[in-house]
């Protein structure tokens, strides 16, 4: 790489950290919505290319102002990186650039600027989290995806998100000091804060008892933040009532983040380092994934608002992640990456049909979207076929990833039988939450008070792009397969 | 157990726990955020105290300190960019609450969740 090549690892944050300080000045909502697009169409090309390049190969590693590991900063990006990479950008790109119209409709057009400008923070913050090699760069790119989702979350028309907003913010702040409290205390016996550093010194480490405790503290508070069973409690409600293209947003990649750190730090600086941490590892997260998935899915069956459905299934797919996670074996880890990149696509395309209905639609509750099929019947096939993703029906990308973490499971003997009976059981009730809605949406009463708008249509094509996605994976999942093929093995440190 | 000399490990310990408890018990929104103020700055105790080396002095360099003793000021300049965060959160989650006032005309969590559910 020469050029401006090698800075593209720095670019994929500067761009959009930049363009949103540009975007607050630009007093105009149509001119602040295409800078916005395009600093974040801008930071999936840098995405893509940073993935073609990382794919296979080395991983690249970009010392900040020349200074080198591990004095200095390192951005470092290998295939697990570029696979989140991908996910945040494609599904900040894809909303922003269909959702003007929903927004319009959400948002005072004088405050949009803003609400454009905290998009970016939140995108720059959650790209920062995957490329740098720093644990305290980690912790403040996380506070500022953080504060910048708040805003985002917060900014709706619908009262209901601020008490939702207030719990996600104290929640999320508890999790983040869990985190830097487990950080401080593994510079006190390491003096480092490099992650790869921080592995090899730990091993040199006579007392590892602050070790453990920071191990205890960086799990907790990462699962606090990736709304791990039972520290879930801040999403579903934070989901329902955000503006419907944050929601899409969000959906897609915030959780998966904090995801990423958590099973990068206890994969790579905690595993190898501390005897018994895979027994706690699995033996915490195992039950606690299996628990999510039921539970997820029983309390999105008794849901009455569309929206809420689909944060509670949010709850359990990422019961799903974790599940293949916390197995410890490459086939586990595959399925759980995997399906970090499958559910992403299903669920923001899960929203972004929703962002459209809810245009048409008093509200998101089941009475209320009563025979919507008929009246936008491109954008509801785009929505059963992003739900037959999201429940994994062959042909779709949702299938790739519960096949894999089938194949996973069966490894395991006996306990395997368990754990796909609970993954089959979850499916079935996928099936149920997702048809209701459908049944109300294509035979029930349209609700004669409903607004008559026109549709917007570059959301129904961001959607479509979405479903068509959805479908490109379930065929041809090369891709998504190599990437998280390769991160297993770099997350289990064996060479593939 | 020394516990003189780890006192300043005692003082994050203990504030950490009454800054958590408020946020855990107390009811009225802005007591909430006072104890996740409380419970931030605890953390900055426990990293400037990781920092100090004991008998160190500023790490300023000067050709006549040659040989002198110097605290780390790394964890000092994390912290100050800790302390921004948690400005950051405090303003953002008074601001919060503000708009909840507006909106619900209460700041108390138990008032605002029967509204909700009504």
């Avoid at chain 1, 033996?283 to 569309?306: C, K």
């Avoid at chain 2, 009811?27 to 105290?49: D, E, M, R």
Wanted: charged share 10%; proline share 4%.
């Amino acid at each position: 790489m020469s050029g401006i090549d090698a800075h593209l690892p720095a670019l994929q944050v500067v761009v959009p950290m930049l363009t949103a300080g540009f975007v607050v000045l630009l007093k105009q909502r149509g001119l602040a919505w295409a800078a916005a697009s395009a600093a974040s169409a801008m930071a999936f090309a840098i995405a893509v290319q940073l993935t073609m390049t990382a794919m296979g190969g080395e991983p690249i590693t970009y010392e900040m102002g020349n200074w080198p590991a591990p004095y200095g900063i390192v951005l470092h990006i290998d295939s697990f990186s570029a696979v989140l990479m991908l996910i945040i950008t494609g599904a900040s790109t894809l909303s922003l650039l269909g959702g003007h119209a929903s927004l319009d409709s959400q948002i005072a057009l004088e405050r949009q600027p803003y609400y454009y400008a905290a998009w970016l923070l939140a995108v720059a913050g959650l790209c920062g989290i995957c490329i740098t090699g720093d644990a305290f760069n980690i912790f403040v790119f996380m506070e500022i995806s953080s504060l910048a989702s708040y805003v985002l979350i917060a900014g709706g028309p619908d009262r209901r998100a601020l008490p939702a907003v207030f719990k996600y913010l104290i929640m999320g702040s508890i999790g983040a000091t869990f985190y830097l409290i487990g950080v401080g205390l593994i510079y006190l016996m390491t003096g480092t804060l490099n992650l790869a550093d921080m592995e090899l010194r730990i091993a040199n480490v006579d007392d590892l008892r602050p070790i453990y405790l920071a191990a205890g503290f960086i799990t907790v508070g990462l699962a606090l933040k990736a709304a791990i069973f039972p520290l879930h409690v801040w999403l579903p409600n934070a989901y329902t009532w955000a503006p419907h293209v944050t929601t899409a947003f969000m959906a897609a990649c915030a959780t998966k983040v904090m995801l990423y750190i958590l099973f990068r730090f206890d994969y790579l600086v905690f595993q190898g380092n501390l005897d018994g941490h895979a027994i706690q590892f699995t033996g915490y997260l195992l039950p606690l994934s299996l628990v999510a998935i039921l539970v997820g899915s029983v309390i999105a069956m008794l849901q009455n608002n569309v929206k809420s459905v689909f944060a509670y299934s949010s709850v359990a797919q990422i019961g799903y992640i974790v599940l293949g996670a916390s197995l410890i074996t490459a086939a586990g880890l595959t399925a759980g990456v995997l399906h970090i990149f499958n559910h992403a696509l299903a669920k923001g395309a899960l929203f972004l049909a929703i962002a459209v209905i809810a245009m048409a639609c008093r509200s998101m509750t089941l009475e209320h979207i009563g025979g919507i099929a008929k009246q936008m019947p491109v954008t509801f096939i785009g929505f059963v076929i992003a739900g037959l993703s999201l429940i994994g029906v062959p042909g779709t990308a949702g299938f790739i990833s519960k096949w894999y973490l089938i194949t996973a499971s069966l490894e395991l003997g006996n306990t395997g039988v368990l754990i796909i009976a609970i993954i089959l059981i979850s499916s079935l009730m996928a099936v149920y939450y997702v048809w209701r809605i459908v049944e109300v949406a294509a035979f029930g009463e349209r609700d004669p008070s409903a607004p008559d708008v026109e549709i917007s249509k570059p959301l129904i094509i961001a959607l479509w792009i979405a479903v068509i996605a959805n479908l490109y994976f379930g065929f041809v999942p090369q891709l998504p397969v190599t990437l998280a093929t390769e991160t297993s093995a770099i997350l289990l440190e064996v060479t593939p | 157990m020394d516990i003189l000399g780890l006192f300043n490990y005692w003082v994050f310990a203990i504030l950490l726990m009454i800054g958590f408890y408020a946020v855990l018990a107390k009811k009225n929104l802005v007591k909430k955020l006072i104890g996740l103020a409380l419970f931030q700055s605890a953390v900055f105790l426990l990293y400037i105290t990781v920092g100090k080396v004991e008998g160190g002095t500023a790490p300023i360099f000067s050709a006549t300190a040659e040989g002198d003793l110097f605290s780390n000021p790394l964890p000092q300049v994390l912290i100050l960019t800790a302390i921004v965060v948690g400005i950051s959160v405090t303003a953002l989650g008074l601001g919060i609450v503000v708009r909840i006032k507006e909106e619900y005309g209460s700041i108390e969590e138990d008032e605002i969740l029967e509204m909700d559910q009504q």
